[in-house]
């Protein structure tokens, strides 16, 4: 797979990534052990080098199932995890804690149960608004200079923070949802990322799984999965934004595709240091996503999505609202 660099750092990755909480957490059941360390092995063999999981998933069992399944495969990955919330010992959230001291507690932790001796990228998972970013971009940078982590990132932070969190530890990537069919980093964060030279992470970057194609308004989801409480998956919203999978799989058509093969070469073709992480727990699925890599969208074909995607208008909400008010954009 070819590979790209986040921004301008000397961190480079498979130009698509692994999200690896699908496994564990969020979207239904988690998968057996073996079988999820099958799948993130299968990635390695596939070309995929970049991983990303958290303490939250789970809580805690995706980061140590990822460390199980890179354990041998340690010197050819490149891992990222989070920070950012506060966790009983039993994986109860107590909301956003991102104090200095509580970050290099789930350093540590996270080290531990990751099997390494360093997190290559440490992002800050939702930005805490009793926490200056200066001293949360200072704590990582701490952490940096003890050798316990190699990069600093920023997941769903507004470009002002960026700005902040750069101007004391350089930040490497940022990571933020980014589809065809949620497209506001394209506002003021893309644009301050270019300016820094700073890499870009879309998470759920076929839009949570609508835009593959697979899911419409007769769809159920296990009770587990937390996008029974999304507005945007609610069967009226289905129903509406279908017009969205039907615009990919016009393009798809053309090009010997899947919907959401063409999802991903979008995302892809924005920028050159843009590195999207579908997550799947299946292998077929993830060959179909790698496929994404090796297809080349003209200007004509960016333009007619573009056109197309312009006058449609996506119905209900990307978030809850108790969680869309944990965002940055």
């Given at each position: 797979m070819q590979k790209r660099k986040l921004g301008k750092s000397n961190i480079e990755v498979s130009a698509l990534g692994l999200g690896c909480m699908g496994l564990s957490h969020g979207l239904g059941p988690a998968v057996d052990e073996e079988v999820g360390i099958s799948l993130i092995r299968s990635?390695?063999?596939?070309?995929?080098?970049?991983?990303?999981t958290a303490e939250i998933y789970g809580p805690f069992t995706n980061e140590e199932l990822v460390g199980k399944a890179l354990a041998p495969l340690r010197e050819r990955v490149v891992i990222a995890t989070k920070f950012g919330f506060g966790l009983t010992a039993s994986g109860e959230r107590t909301g956003l804690d991102s104090r200095p001291e509580h970050i290099k507690?789930?350093?540590?932790?996270?080290l531990k149960r990751l099997n390494i001796e360093t997190i290559d990228l440490f992002y800050q998972h939702r930005v805490d608004p009793n926490v200056p970013i200066e001293d949360v971009a200072g704590a990582v940078k701490d952490l940096i200079q003890a050798g316990k982590v190699k990069h600093f990132g920023l997941s769903?932070?507004?470009?002002?923070?960026?700005?902040?969190?750069h101007a004391v530890q350089r930040v490497t990537a940022v990571q933020s949802e980014y589809s065809l069919w949620w497209r506001a980093p394209e506002d003021e964060l893309l644009p301050t990322l270019e300016e820094l030279g700073i890499g870009f992470v879309p998470y759920a970057p076929l839009g949570k799984g609508f835009l593959t194609g697979k899911i419409d308004e007769?769809?159920?989801?296990?009770?587990?999965?937390?996008?029974?409480?999304?507005?945007?998956?609610?069967p009226e919203a289905r129903k509406a934004n279908q017009v969205v999978v039907d615009l990919l799989a016009e393009v798809a058509r053309r090009k010997g595709a899947t919907p959401a093969q063409i999802a991903l070469a979008w995302l892809l073709a924005q920028k050159p240091w843009i590195v999207p992480i579908p997550g799947t727990t299946k292998v077929e699925r993830l060959k179909e996503n790698i496929g994404a890599a090796a297809?080349?969208?003209t200007a004509q074909d960016l333009r007619?999505?573009?056109d197309a995607a312009s006058s449609i208008k996506v119905q209900g909400a990307r978030y809850p609202e108790h969680l869309e008010r944990m965002t940055g954009i």
């Amino acid at each position: 797979m070819q590979k790209r660099k986040l921004g301008k750092s000397n961190i480079e990755v498979s130009a698509l990534g692994l999200g690896c909480m699908g496994l564990s957490h969020g979207l239904g059941p988690a998968v057996d052990e073996e079988v999820g360390i099958s799948l993130i092995r299968s990635a390695v063999e596939l070309g995929i080098t970049f991983f990303d999981t958290a303490e939250i998933y789970g809580p805690f069992t995706n980061e140590e199932l990822v460390g199980k399944a890179l354990a041998p495969l340690r010197e050819r990955v490149v891992i990222a995890t989070k920070f950012g919330f506060g966790l009983t010992a039993s994986g109860e959230r107590t909301g956003l804690d991102s104090r200095p001291e509580h970050i290099k507690e789930v350093a540590d932790a996270s080290l531990k149960r990751l099997n390494i001796e360093t997190i290559d990228l440490f992002y800050q998972h939702r930005v805490d608004p009793n926490v200056p970013i200066e001293d949360v971009a200072g704590a990582v940078k701490d952490l940096i200079q003890a050798g316990k982590v190699k990069h600093f990132g920023l997941s769903e932070a507004g470009a002002k923070t960026v700005r902040r969190a750069h101007a004391v530890q350089r930040v490497t990537a940022v990571q933020s949802e980014y589809s065809l069919w949620w497209r506001a980093p394209e506002d003021e964060l893309l644009p301050t990322l270019e300016e820094l030279g700073i890499g870009f992470v879309p998470y759920a970057p076929l839009g949570k799984g609508f835009l593959t194609g697979k899911i419409d308004e007769s769809t159920t989801f296990d009770k587990s999965d937390f996008r029974n409480i999304v507005p945007r998956f609610s069967p009226e919203a289905r129903k509406a934004n279908q017009v969205v999978v039907d615009l990919l799989a016009e393009v798809a058509r053309r090009k010997g595709a899947t919907p959401a093969q063409i999802a991903l070469a979008w995302l892809l073709a924005q920028k050159p240091w843009i590195v999207p992480i579908p997550g799947t727990t299946k292998v077929e699925r993830l060959k179909e996503n790698i496929g994404a890599a090796a297809i080349e969208l003209t200007a004509q074909d960016l333009r007619e999505i573009d056109d197309a995607a312009s006058s449609i208008k996506v119905q209900g909400a990307r978030y809850p609202e108790h969680l869309e008010r944990m965002t940055g954009i």
